[in-house]
């Protein structure tokens, strides 16, 4: 699944900023030290927004498109922030052969969502995940970590309901 980068406003503090500098520094001339920066970047802001991959760019002079490449490439990095209420679809084996993709497929409709973006108002965001460890009661979606398993598409107009404000 390609990861699209969804409009929001960036929200990023000078703070923020200045850790992220710090970190990059400590590593200056530690071979194969990109990954382990965006981690650490991802783990400030919560998502690699494209600013802040410019901040990388401009500290570590690689190429913008290198370090968008590896955030595209990579599932563990987030072009987007979560929403309000973050869904994420479990897609493991055991989940999609019991129809995850319908449950994607119908929460995206439901919410008019694409997977991986967040609403413009910053409410909804959907992702689908690899397995989260709970084989047993495939099909399986979370929202902000709540679980809810066995699930078929009819019942997730019921169970958005209740993360309507």
Not at 64 to 89: C, D, M, R, S
Not at 131 to 146: E, W, Y
Request: with cysteine.
């Amino acid at each position: 699944m390609k990861k699209s980068l969804t409009t929001v406003t960036f929200c990023g503090t000078p703070e923020q900023e200045a850790k992220l500098v710090e970190i990059i520094a400590g590593y200056k001339d530690v071979p194969g030290s990109m990954m382990p920066i965006m981690q650490e970047a991802q783990s400030i802001y919560g998502y690699l927004p494209i600013e802040v991959m410019q901040i990388i760019a401009r500290e570590t002079g690689a190429p913008l498109e290198e370090i968008y490449g590896i955030a595209t490439f990579y599932a563990q990095f987030k072009l987007n922030p979560n929403g309000k209420y973050a869904i994420a679809v479990c897609l493991g084996t055991a989940c999609y052969v019991k129809g995850a993709g319908a449950l994607v497929d119908k929460i995206s409709q439901e919410l008019n969502l694409p997977v991986d973006s967040t609403t413009p108002d910053g409410k909804y965001s959907l992702e689908a995940t690899r397995c989260i460890g709970a084989c047993g009661l495939a099909p399986v979606m979370t929202v902000n970590g709540d679980v809810y398993g066995r699930l078929v598409p009819e019942q997730i107009p019921g169970i958005l309901a209740k993360y309507k404000d």
